[in-house]
């Protein structure tokens, strides 16, 4: 081979490959691999393309249902929804690059993520975001958030695609290793979704999309790794996304399939065109010869080895019609992008790569894609914490000075700063905007409704990792209900520290088992999917932190419910049971200092029978406002309702069973507050004791206050001061 690196051992584990996984390598192919065949096995044996920790585990997963068209596996999942139409999702993360140089990090997340859609044939609608962030005070964390708020803005917007909802959080927990997750959504004709899987020999192998480059060489193996503190010098290894490219990416693949034009098609994400390229030969039991030479390249002097891991960005893999080329090229040059013949399928099954006339590699496909090493690593449960009884937690503030803080924390403020960066009303589909439960787009002119949401409280998850999963799962469904959606279908990112240990590898076990659980209860299936392990800086794990991305169906968008309060003189009704749990409740830690305890415990039953009585309320045309409880509890949401429609609550007192923090700021599950006309108040109360639903009134709206019976009342105005000034001033450095 062509002045190619001696392998040593130094080289093997600068590749990320452990000894035992080499001598694997030597078995599978009986021979020393060259230098380019090293890095190909490098990129498809890391953890973030083959879930060598992870697959064992997924497989519990549920992930059918009667509207499933496809579920893990291919590039994004495709749900059915009637009426000859299916959405197309997924979300992914990409991490390690955003912490690294967080634009472009949060920018090609967002990317890779649309082409994952639209590679299924899809044309993306609306994308999504979950976004973690260590401690405010920390030296990063300001600069963090800018630059991957402006990168997710900076390509949806020019992509012109909207961003309709999210997550953001800070903890100290994520100061070396921030999480950017990207969900995007899609729509598409459900009898015609494109596949990954190559079929006939002799096929032309065609390379669309934008020139390949030096950036991203090694992504997802850095991706694969725990930082250390001279993660900046990884730099090199994060892609340069072109959204602009990308928007011309999308039309044209969406013309040469509307052509039939294609056979299989891959987005060149993670690994780049090693990846792209076994994959659909593997998946339809094929060789592939690659000639490089023939690969449009913006640098000169690329060998082999950059060429096949360079994770540039903007490029598709596809496998097309002999007889359509020439139609599909004209296609390709009339939205100025390349489109190169790069090989063909063979019934060899064996990956051949050639430049310059030498063969750089040739290795077995299928070995390649299904042989990783598959590991079932050792774990340990998470200790059990102690019950937090409310009896025992002694408030530092009064409920009213407490609200005042809390909704003026990092954790519950207004997250407006960010969400007005992104167009989240282009295409004019988007009927609930940011800041509500779950987002609402229209499903082209009606009147059908997508509610999509995105969903973790990692504090839970750390705290008992099987209720944190459950409640993961369930808080995305409550969202959905909460609009008036169906919840149908989840995408996760799974985020972890390193899964060598197995504290961290316990985590891992005991959320999934909580999401599998609650997935098949609430008839709620896993469709698509990442895994995103080693999430640690010097030996620091994240919080265990399971992204829930949540699609259901709304029949008629306009009927979809908000949180906002709607007219004075309503009647406020608490639905669900209430018990005042404090432990790792925003009030025990964010007013009481105590970050401890065990967390609520979902019911999963109780979930599904008070959820599916929200939802009855909201299509009778009885509920005029809907809000779940999650973070800050009852008295948190209440002022978000408030806040959202400028109209204030008179409440009454809490019972007398429970202290009064407990009340008002307890995180019990499987709870809404909805607002009902006085004149169906009573009816409504008695239709929900008659089917077993806990539900009680517990005040009236009106003013421009919330007032609570025997407290002094806070004004609408103070608590929007709070809520809506912390972020802001946060950015401008005054916080």
């Known amino acids: 081979m062509r002045n190619e690196p001696q392998i040593t051992p130094e080289l093997i584990a600068g590749h990320g490959l452990k000894p035992d996984e080499y001598e694997r390598i030597l078995k599978l192919i009986g021979r020393t691999p060259s230098f380019t065949e090293l890095g190909i096995f490098s990129a498809m ?58 634009y472009q990090g949060a920018t090609t997340g967002v990317g ?29 964390t300001r600069h963090l958030v800018s630059g991957v708020v402006a990168g997710i803005g900076g390509y949806g917007n020019s992509f012109g695609v909207p961003t309709v909802g999210g ?13 950017v997750n990207a969900m995007a959504v899609g729509l598409a004709e459900a009898d015609k979704i494109f596949y990954a899987a190559a079929s006939g020999v002799n096929m032309p192998i065609v390379y669309l999309g934008s020139k390949t480059g030096r950036d991203g060489i090694h992504g997802a193996t850095m991706a694969s790794a725990e930082f250390d503190d001279d993660s900046a010098e990884k730099r090199p290894t994060v892609q340069v996304g072109d959204p602009f490219a990308e928007k011309l990416l999308l039309e044209a693949c969406l013309e040469i399939m509307e052509a039939d034009c294609v056979i299989a098609i891959q987005d060149m994400g993670a690994a780049g065109l090693t990846c792209s390229a076994v994959e659909m030969g593997a998946k339809g039991d094929l060789g592939v010869d690659l000639d490089l030479d023939s690969v449009p390249t913006r640098e000169t002097g690329m060998s082999a080895y950059e060429m096949m891991l360079s994770e540039s960005q903007e490029r598709m893999l596809m496998v097309l019609k002999p007889e359509k080329e020439k139609q599909a ?37 299928k070995e390649l894609e299904s042989e990783a090493p598959l590991y079932d690593r050792p774990h340990v449960p998470s200790p059990q914490l102690p019950t937090i009884r409310a009896q025992d937690v002694k408030p530092p503030l009064g409920i009213v000075a407490a609200l005042e803080k809390l909704i003026a924390t990092p954790e519950l403020c207004s997250k407006r700063w960010v969400w007005e960066q992104y ?141 906002a309060f709607k007219a004075e003189g309503e009647a406020i009704l608490l639905i669900g049971d209430t018990q005042g749990w404090l432990g790792q409740s925003v009030y025990l830690r964010d007013i009481c200092g105590r970050e401890e305890g065990a967390p609520p415990p979902v019911d999963l039953a109780i979930e599904k029978r008070n959820g599916d009585a929200v939802r009855g309320m909201i299509h009778g045309g009885t509920a005029t406002a809907v809000h779940d409880l999650s973070d800050g509890g009852l008295l948190v949401a209440l002022a978000e309702m408030a806040m959202a429609g400028s ?83 946060y950015m401008a450095g005054k916080a």
């Open 112 to 140: 890779g993520i649309l082409r994952d859609v639209f590679t299924m044939g899809a044309r993306p609608i609306a994308c999504l975001n979950a976004i973690s962030f260590g401690a405010p005070e920390h030296p990063r």
């Open 167 to 179: 997550q953001m959080r800070f903890h100290t927990r994520y100061d070396g290793n921030i999480l």
């Open 423 to 563: 167009d989240h009303v282009i295409g004019g589909n988007t009927v609930q905007r940011p800041g509500g439960d779950a987002a609402v787009v229209r499903v082209q002119d009606g009147p059908k409704g997508l509610a999509l949401t995105v969903d973790v409280t990692p504090r839970y998850c750390e705290a008992d990792p099987f209720e944190g999963g459950k409640q993961a799962v369930a808080e995305a469904w409550r969202n959905i209900t909460a609009v008036g959606g169906r919840p149908l279908a989840i995408t996760d990112n799974l985020n972890f520290g390193n899964p060598e240990r197995p504290e961290i590898m316990g985590q891992f076990v005991g959320c999934l088992k909580g999401i599998a659980e609650a997935c098949r209860t609430l008839d709620f299936p896993v469709v698509s999917g990442n895994v995103s392990l080693y999430n640690e800086t010097n030996g620091r794990g994240i919080l265990p932190t399971p992204s829930i991305g949540g699609v259901g169906l709304l029949e008629d968008f306009t009927k979809s419910a908000t949180l």
């Open 329 to 365: 090229e004209a296609i390709f040059k009339k939205w100025g992008l390349d489109f190169a013949i790069v090989g063909y399928t063979t019934p060899s099954q064996r990956f051949v790569v050639k430049h310059g006339g030498d063969v750089m590699a040739d290795l077995p496909i």
């Open 647 to 729: 109209i204030g609550a008179k409440l009454d007192a809490g019972p007398e069973s429970l202290v009064p923090h407990a009340w008002w700021f307890g995180e019990d599950q499987a709870r809404y507050i909805v607002t009902v006309p006085e004149s169906d108040a009573h009816a409504l109360l008695m239709k929900t004791h008659a089917v077993g639903v806990p539900c009680v009134r517990i005040g009236t709206t009106g003013g421009d206050a919330v007032a609570i019976a025997g407290e002094k009342a806070v004004s609408i105005e103070a608590l929007r001061k709070g809520f809506e000034g912390w972020l802001p001033d």
């Open 45 to 102: 044996w890391n953890e973030h393309c083959s879930y060598k920790s992870s697959r064992l585990h997924l497989r519990g997963l549920p992930t059918k249902a009667p509207w499933v068209i496809q579920g893990p596996g291919e590039n994004a999942g495709v749900i059915d929804i009637g009426d000859g139409l299916a959405v197309v999702f997924k979300m992914e993360s990409h991490n390690h690059p955003s912490y690294i140089e967080p």
